[in-house]
């Protein structure tokens, strides 16, 4: 039978791989509707490959100029921003919603498709953070299914098929490191966005990318495992494995640790999370573990990459905090990039950020909304201070 997908986050490095997954199995999967920001070229080339019902981008500028390239016809096809992602998620003729929007515009489309009782592949972890307590009680009430694309919690999925859920020890998230894994701390202030895109194992976002060079990806993953596994943050860990062949593992009270291998690919967890409960043949190349070399693992640094442990401390004080957290790290990576700010600096906004703004429990989505908004505010105004402090330093020094 065929599975219908409403794909959010088209053309984005996911969404490519799970267009890829579905052009490898036209009769099982069809696409019939997409959401993505700016990238009109890109998504007008999808439309035409793959005939969706409905389509929605950032803003009506961008949809104009869609329309403006399609066959007549279109218009009423292509829908606008937030409202426009939401129709797509709760398109009727969609059976599984493809999370894939970056960052935390992709919680209310997520939210519309659980509430329209839709199963939901989720790759957006930043839903999870934000409003983990909301989200998955919506999928109770809803009774549907989420499955995960994020290589470390399809990973734990897997393997906790072979267990009982109050038998779990604890869930062993593995973190490549990034490229700056072995980088002493005081070079890490003068490393660039190019290097910190530059990630060894993995070809992903760029939000993503540098996420995984300060480590808060492994933040926000622990968050996403607490909610997603119902397992205490206590009982998480962070191990790193520069290798990327084991995506993660549970160990069991009796001290049996399972976990899921594989060669570090994201379509062996999308067509997992597309096809289950069965398996569909990829042909990728084969992992063969004579040719991989020694898998390591060591503990991460905490005082290099301070980022994980803001996000342990968010999980664990928990209400509004970890949506705090979630918005000032969008900002401080975005200024980072946009070379406002260094490297280190990243976490340091999300610190402040954190213990500035105001926290309460999270009852609504319109409470978290309203604390992205806040944070964002509060960040930005860190940024400045210390774009601000940088250059008076600079007009110090050259005088
Ligand atoms: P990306 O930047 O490559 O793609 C993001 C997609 O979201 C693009 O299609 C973009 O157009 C779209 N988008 C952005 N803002 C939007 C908006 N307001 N409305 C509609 N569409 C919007 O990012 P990515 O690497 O594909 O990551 C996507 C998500 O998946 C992130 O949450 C990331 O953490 C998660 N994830 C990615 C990977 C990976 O390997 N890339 C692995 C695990 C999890
Ligand atoms: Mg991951």
């Known amino acids: 039978m065929t599975k219908n997908i409403s794909l959010l986050g088209s053309t984005g490095s996911i969404g490519c791989n799970v267009l890829d997954v579905v052009r490898q199995y036209p009769g099982r999967f069809r696409v019939v509707g997409m959401a993505a920001g700016s990238n009109i070229r890109l998504l007008r080339e999808q439309i035409e490959a793959f005939h969706p019902m409905l389509v929605s981008v950032a803003d009506d500028t961008l949809a104009g100029e869609l329309i403006q390239s399609l066959p007549p016809g279109w218009s009423e096809r292509v829908l606008v921003g937030r409202a ?71 990973a734990i999925a897997q393997s906790l098929s072979a267990g ?6 604890r869930l062993i998230l593995t973190a490549s490191g990034g490229p700056f894994r072995d980088k002493p701390s005081r070079e890490l202030w003068e490393v660039t966005p190019e290097q910190a895109l530059n990630h060894p194992n993995w070809s992903m976002g760029r939000k993503i990318s540098i996420d995984s060079a300060t480590l808060m990806n ?24 520069p290798q990327s062949i084991v995506h993660s593992m549970v160990e069991y009270i009796d001290g049996s640790v399972v976990s899921q291998m594989g060669i570090p690919d994201m379509r062996i967890p999308i067509v997992y999370a597309l096809a289950y409960p069965e398996r ?44 705090a957290l979630n918005a000032a790290n969008e900002v401080a990576v975005e200024a980072f990039l946009d070379g406002k700010i260094r490297f280190p600096e990243i976490a340091l906004v999300v610190a402040e950020t954190v213990s500035r703004v105001e926290h309460k429990p999270v009852e609504r989505i319109a409470t978290v909304l309203a604390i992205d908004l806040a944070a964002r505010m509060m960040a930005e105004s860190i940024v400045e201070s210390l774009m601000i402090k940088a250059e008076q330093k600079r007009n110090k020094v050259t005088p």
């Open 218 to 241: 492994k933040g926000l993953e622990v968050i996403e495992a607490h909610w997603l596994f119902g397992v205490p943050v206590e009982q998480i860990e962070v191990l790193i494995h």
């Open 164 to 169: 009982r859920h109050q038998d779990i020890h």
């Open 84 to 154: 426009g992602n939401e129709e797509v998620a709760a398109l009727p003729e969609a059976d599984l919603v493809v999370s894939a929007i970056v960052g935390a515009a992709g919680l209310t489309p997520t939210m519309a498709g659980i509430e329209a009782g839709k199963d939901i592949a989720l790759a957006n972890k930043e839903t999870l953070v934000m409003a983990g307590e909301l989200v998955m009680n919506a999928v109770a009430r809803r009774q549907v299914q989420i499955l995960p694309i994020d290589s470390e919690h399809n």
């Open 280 to 323: 569909l043949r990829l042909d990728l190349p084969r992992l063969n573990l004579t040719k991989t070399g020694p898998l390591t693992f060591l503990p991460p640094d905490y005082s290099r990459f301070p980022a994980l442990e803001l996000a342990y401390k968010a999980c664990k004080r928990g209400g509004t905090r970890p949506a």
